[in-house]
């Protein structure tokens, strides 16, 4: 494979072998993708040439996955998975960039830790007003 790819054509990919996997046809996954089964086709198959391994198995029923493409599979899915959760994560901050925080505490805790506390929450996320 190349050294260097564009990250969103990176996870288009992979997200491409998922959907050959989870169909168990090139058809079937072009048709769930909006793409041409030949498109689909010559992807695959540059990217197994890129990989320098097959993932699938064709056969005249559809295709099934080798071991190296089960472990392709295994890994593309956590790779996604985790991309999308830090973009999750990513959200949840940015959505922090503004609004109110109301607080309910104790005496103790409201006097002796919840200064330092508030001094970095505010450094953190100046737009909220607490």
Do not use: C, H, W
Not at 91 to 115: A, H, Q, V
Request: hydrophobic share 40%.
């Amino acid at each position: 494979m190349p050294d260097r790819k564009e990250p969103a054509m990176f996870l288009k990919e992979l997200e491409y072998i998922i959907a050959i996997a989870e169909e168990g046809s090139i058809s079937r996954a072009a048709e769930r993708l909006f793409m041409a089964q030949s498109s689909l086709s010559e992807f695959l198959k540059q990217y197994e040439a890129e990989l320098g391994s097959r993932l699938f198995v064709r056969t005249s029923s559809g295709v099934r996955l080798t071991a190296s493409g089960k472990l392709f599979a295994e890994q593309a899915r956590e790779i996604l998975f985790q991309y999308r959760k830090v973009q999750n994560e990513i959200s949840d901050i940015e959505n922090l960039k503004s609004g109110t925080l109301e607080l309910g505490i104790s005496t103790f805790r409201g006097t002796y830790i919840l200064p330092a506390v508030l001094r970095r929450f505010k450094l953190r996320y100046p737009g909220v007003t607490v």
